[in-house]
């Protein structure tokens, strides 16, 4: 295949590419945060409104705390989980905002738009009914039908594994051996 070839190819198909790699970026993306997460966590924490407000790193700076320790993980989890679901809504707005992006895109742009915002509202229920039952903070993920949930405790004793459980699992409609609870101090 020539370089003319492949040029034409890709001015015929363009769109389609681009959307596709677009995707493939906001996946591996996803997947490389979640598997950081999983060789380093053991907790989760949630924070209030006036917590996320603030910079983790200055936060860090003046507690001295390291970058991966207390409340500057869960804040900065937030933070990483936001900047790419921002970058994932901005590419698929721009995809509906596109006059030549055809029916069937635009309706699979919408269609990942509703399933962000669904997975934005379970993560923020998630989390508040964590944090309603004592923790001092907790992150939620959902990937590839397994929840996750890291809570700011040094450890869990069964009776809290199993009430974490049984509320994700009643939040969400998982089976409660799809549900995975890790404590991080």
């Known amino acids: 295949m020539g370089l003319a070839s492949l040029v034409d190819f890709f001015s015929k198909y363009r769109k389609p590419v681009l959307w596709i790699f677009s995707l493939a970026i906001m996946v591996g993306a996803t997947w490389w945060v979640i598997q950081g997460l999983e060789t380093k966590i053991k907790s989760i924490d949630i924070l209030t409104d006036e917590e996320l407000a603030l910079d983790p790193a200055a936060e860090a700076a003046v507690d001295g705390e390291d970058k991966e320790s207390g409340n500057t993980f869960f804040a900065g989890y937030r933070l990483q989980r936001d900047r790419v679901r921002d970058q994932s809504l901005e590419m698929l707005e721009t995809l509906l905002e596109n006059p030549n992006a055809g029916a069937e895109a635009k309706a699979e742009a919408e269609q990942l738009l509703l399933e962000i915002v669904r997975m934005r509202e379970q993560e923020l229920l998630v989390e508040s009914m964590i944090k309603a039952q004592g923790y001092e903070?907790?992150?939620?993920?959902?990937?590839?039908?397994?929840?996750?949930?890291?809570?700011?405790?040094?450890?869990?004793?069964?009776?809290?594994?199993?009430?974490?459980?049984?509320?994700?699992?009643?939040?969400?409609?998982?089976?409660?051996?799809?549900?995975?609870?890790?404590?991080?101090?």
């Open 137 to 185: 903070d907790a992150v939620f993920f959902y990937h590839e039908e397994i929840a996750t949930v890291m809570v700011k405790e040094k450890d869990l004793d069964e009776k809290s594994f199993i009430q974490i459980t049984e509320t994700v699992s009643g939040a969400l409609g998982v089976a409660r051996e799809n549900v995975q609870v890790m404590a991080r101090p």
